[in-house]
């Protein structure tokens, strides 16, 4: 029971500094005190363009797209519902990846932060802060892994499993920038956020919700 709650406090604590963080980095891009970090990585990214990398580029947002998300969340939701028949499970997922997309709406809508418009290789509209796209990738992905860890015996396919959701969480947010339609910061705030809903929906499926041995 100790060990239990020591851990329910530690999900919490890491929610906070990474809601902290996220605040930080809010604050920065409000009062735009975080042009020198976006342009520094902007450079660093959009330098190495070229025609095969941008067709790459391409490629991860559309992995990133609402479209995917939503047939990976579709198929994952069958998954934990009809083949390990969680359902619980299913209650932690949707808050989740369900939550961090209201959220996102919520925070653009309040930033009201312009999109890049110096050098872009796509078209597209919206606000730009926090990026969709990182924020749905690190919920999916994120929830996924959770959820699916200690179904995997095999230690080499927990390792494959978190390697490949790390990519291409990363690789998701990355295209962004290089594609002109997100600023650095967009992104990583986008993580932050993400990270810290991610972490208080564990810390609920596991205080409410898990079900005990």
Same mark, same amino acid.
Do not use: C
């Given at each position: 029971? %100790? #060990?239990?709650?020591?851990?329910?406090?530690?999900?919490?604590?890491?929610?906070? $500094?990474?809601?902290?963080? +996220?605040?930080?980095?809010?604050? !920065?891009?409000?009062?735009?005190?975080?042009?020198?970090?976006? /342009?520094?990585?902007?450079?660093?990214? /959009?330098?190495?363009?070229?025609?095969?990398? =941008? %067709?790459?580029?391409?490629?991860? =947002?559309? &992995?990133?797209?609402?479209? $995917?998300?939503?047939?990976? @969340?579709?198929?994952? +939701? !069958?998954?934990?519902?009809?083949?390990?028949?969680? %359902?619980?499970? !299913?209650?932690?997922?949707?808050? @989740?990846?369900?939550?961090?997309?209201?959220?996102?709406?919520?925070?653009?809508?309040?930033?009201?932060?312009?999109?890049?418009?110096?050098?872009?290789?796509?078209?597209? @509209?919206?606000? @730009? +802060?926090?990026?969709?796209?990182?924020?749905?990738? +690190?919920?999916?992905?994120? =929830?996924?892994?959770?959820?699916?860890?200690?179904?995997?015996?095999?230690?080499?396919?927990?390792?494959?499993?978190?390697?490949?959701?790390? #990519?291409?969480?990363? &690789?998701?947010?990355?295209? %962004?920038?290089?594609?002109?339609?997100?600023?650095? *910061?967009?992104?990583?705030?986008?993580?932050?956020? *993400?990270? =810290?809903?991610?972490?208080?929906?564990?810390?609920?499926?596991?205080?409410?919700?898990?079900?005990?041995?």
């Amino acid at each position: 029971m %100790r #060990a239990n709650q020591g851990r329910l406090n530690k999900l919490l604590v890491m929610s906070l $500094v990474l809601g902290v963080l +996220f605040v930080i980095m809010m604050v !920065l891009v409000r009062a735009d005190r975080i042009a020198w970090f976006d /342009q520094s990585i902007i450079d660093a990214v /959009q330098g190495m363009e070229n025609e095969g990398l =941008t %067709r790459i580029m391409k490629g991860f =947002t559309f &992995l990133g797209s609402s479209l $995917v998300a939503t047939l990976l @969340s579709v198929i994952a +939701f !069958l998954f934990l519902w009809l083949v390990l028949r969680h %359902r619980k499970e !299913l209650m932690m997922f949707l808050l @989740s990846v369900g939550g961090s997309e209201i959220w996102n709406i919520i925070i653009k809508n309040w930033m009201q932060r312009q999109r890049p418009n110096t050098h872009r290789l796509i078209e597209i @509209s919206g606000f @730009s +802060f926090p990026s969709g796209h990182s924020m749905a990738a +690190f919920a999916l992905y994120g =929830t996924l892994t959770y959820l699916l860890w200690r179904h995997i015996p095999a230690l080499a396919g927990r390792i494959a499993m978190i390697v490949i959701g790390v #990519a291409l969480t990363l &690789l998701i947010g990355i295209s %962004r920038i290089y594609l002109g339609v997100h600023y650095p *910061s967009d992104v990583f705030g986008g993580y932050l956020a *993400s990270a =810290t809903w991610l972490m208080l929906s564990i810390y609920i499926f596991e205080k409410y919700w898990k079900p005990r041995p």
